[in-house]
């Protein structure tokens, strides 16, 4: 079997990695229904904070939808390893929900290997048009940008900058909510006199969504689809110097609390730096609602969050605000390919769409259980949030609907395997190394464009 082959190298890859994250397809007709008597279908699902019940709910509907048709549902919070010495035992799965832009690579390499199928025919025009406008567009759809989906963007969530909004609204608001860099630098200036940081980040690979947006602002789309597909001008020009000197300003010692990096490389430590914010050792920090659920535990219940595009510059007239989406795959080698088919189109319907609403999970230290919604990119999905969901989360989502705020989707393009290159590493590790004065932006952006350069060679 030729995944095998290739899992071997993945294997490799991927350790390494580890150590450097209308009811379309809802009805079928008679023949798809006999054609999936006594299959079994085998989804594989990443175990992260949305739960296992959600994907249990979706398994059930899919197998009352299809019968004869019986899911083998497997999940874990280390597919990758596990899915790696299955496939190379000969073990493939049909249907794969892991993300790009995980530590460990491996959709990313997956697809360097060619070892993803395209799956462009599951989007017809129908189901196109039940989806978000642009949703497809990008390259976390179309990794090798040739007009073919192989992943599909079953998930999605609006990112931005997030803050306490006690201290912008209200009658103990202490700050003006800034809309360029200028005001940003500014409000910084104003609450370092506080004893107050302006920003502090998670990890550092949480400025990818920060640094698509940006350069989505400083150049406008079509500079920023060139930039996805390693446009040779891409950091040298005007509006990419304008990042990084920008991002170089922000990490600085002067506007990023100081405990920012060493906390970001502990084990744990990313959630050190998101308490910080809770507590007010630092205003804002890149992030997506996640964070709601993840820090509620430690939240204070007058706590209130919120979340802004990152600023504009003096001048714009437009914001960015940048889509983070899941993705689902199918692998080129599933054994039950038509019907890996018909799941990921399922993945659209009214059916699953609900069952993603009502989610709920239970927060393991204290035991309560909340509402934890999960949005799918179908054009209304977000608007029938349901009560009892805080605010921040419709607000968060309702930002893609404000005038003057442009939706960005997209990752880095795909390209052939390159020996020694981790793109997180190489693209958003340096910001760690400004902050300390290891690095100057010169040499961050002498090493982006060397990347570039590499990757350009490399492009599928």
Request: glycine content about 8%; hydrophobic content about 35%.
């Amino acid at each position: 079997m030729k995944m095998v082959k290739k899992l071997v190298a993945l294997s490799l890859v991927s350790a390494m990695a580890v150590s450097g994250l209308a009811a379309c397809g809802s009805s079928k007709d008679d023949d798809s229904k006999s054609e999936g008597d006594g299959k079994v279908l085998k989804v594989a699902a990443f175990e992260g904070g949305n739960g296992t019940q959600i994907w249990e709910d979706i398994k059930e509907a899919f197998e009352k939808e299809n019968e004869g048709v019986t899911v083998e549902l497997e999940m874990s919070s280390e597919l990758d390893q596990d899915l790696t010495k299955e496939i190379q035992n000969g073990d493939v799965p049909d249907v794969v929900y892991y993300n790009l832009g995980q530590e460990s690579g491996f959709t990313e390499t997956m697809l360097k290997e060619g070892a993803i199928a395209d799956i462009s025919d599951v989007f017809d025009d129908e189901l196109k048009g039940r989806l978000l406008d642009g949703i497809l567009d990008g390259t976390d759809a179309q990794p090798y940008g040739d007009g073919k989906i192989y992943l599909a963007p079953i998930f999605y969530t609006p990112t931005g900058f997030w803050y306490n909004k006690n201290l912008f609204e209200g009658p103990n608001a202490k700050y003006t909510l800034p809309t360029t860099w200028e005001e940003f630098f500014a409000l910084g200036d104003q609450a370092k006199k506080d004893g107050v940081s302006l920003f502090t980040f998670p990890q550092a690979g949480y400025f990818d969504a920060t640094m698509y947006t940006m350069l989505a602002q400083s150049g406008g789309m079509d500079f920023y689809k060139k930039a996805l597909q390693y446009d040779a001008d891409t950091w040298t020009s005007a509006e990419g110097k304008k990042v990084l000197d920008t991002i170089g300003k922000l990490v600085s010692k002067d506007y990023t609390q100081a405990d920012t990096v060493a906390n970001a490389n502990a084990d744990g430590g990313f959630k050190i730096n998101q308490q910080n914010v809770i507590d007010g050792k630092a205003l804002f920090m890149p992030n997506g609602n996640w964070v709601i659920s993840e820090m509620a535990a430690s939240t204070p219940s007058d706590y209130e969050w919120g979340m802004m595009p990152a600023p504009k510059w003096d001048g714009d007239t437009q914001q960015s605000v940048y889509m983070f989406t899941e993705q689902m795959w199918v692998p080129a080698d599933a054994p039950n390919m038509d019907l890996a088919k018909e799941f990921v189109k399922f993945m659209y319907s009214d059916t699953v769409v609900d069952i993603l609403l009502a989610n709920e999970t239970t927060n393991k230290e204290t035991g309560e259980t909340s509402p934890s919604p999960v949005v799918a990119p179908v054009k209304g999905a977000a608007e029938k949030l349901p009560e009892g969901v805080s605010q921040t989360t419709k607000d968060c989502y309702a930002i893609t609907n404000q005038e003057g705020v442009v939706s960005v989707t997209g990752k880095w393009a795909t390209t052939e395997p390159i020996e020694g290159l981790n793109m997180n590493d190489a693209v958003y590790k340096p910001i760690e190394s400004i902050n300390t004065g290891d690095m100057t932006v010169d040499d961050w952006q002498k090493q982006l464009v060397e990347t570039w350069q590499k990757c350009a060679e490399a492009a599928k």
